[in-house]
């Protein structure tokens, strides 16, 4: 069974930074892709970032193009978010999520068969 626990959210000043953690176990995970969603109140939940564990791609939204990283650990089963220069609309509760066998784009929810509780990343103003 796959299970993916996300860690590393909190409160943060504008401008700062916070780096998540998503420890992934019960599989081999180098055939999955690996993403990171968020969901802010009373929106819809909405992509980040995600990569292939295996070849490496990554994929960004383009609101976190350049201030977010997404990056994995191979030895660790963990995969990072490394967020920069936050802003208060990046308050939200951040997910990570894996990926395998389902062809839907790695921008789309749909594509994700697993995901973690959520990490709740607050950035005050």
């Known amino acids: 069974q796959v299970q993916l626990a996300e860690s590393g959210g909190g409160l943060v000043q504008a401008g700062g930074s916070l780096r998540l953690s998503c420890a992934a176990s019960g599989r081999t995970f180098s055939s999955y892709v690996m993403g990171w969603f968020r969901q802010a109140p009373g929106k819809e939940r909405e992509f980040v970032a995600a990569?292939?564990?295996?070849?490496?791609?990554?994929y960004y939204a383009d609101s976190v193009k350049g201030r977010f990283t997404i990056s994995t650990d191979n030895a660790k089963n963990t995969v990072y978010l490394q967020m920069n220069r936050l802003g208060p609309e990046d308050t939200a509760v951040y997910y990570c999520a894996a990926s395998i066998g389902i062809s839907y784009s790695p921008y789309d929810p749909r594509r994700y068969n697993y995901w973690g509780q959520g990490t709740q990343v607050t950035v005050s103003s």
């Open positions: 990569q292939e564990w295996n070849s490496g791609i990554t």
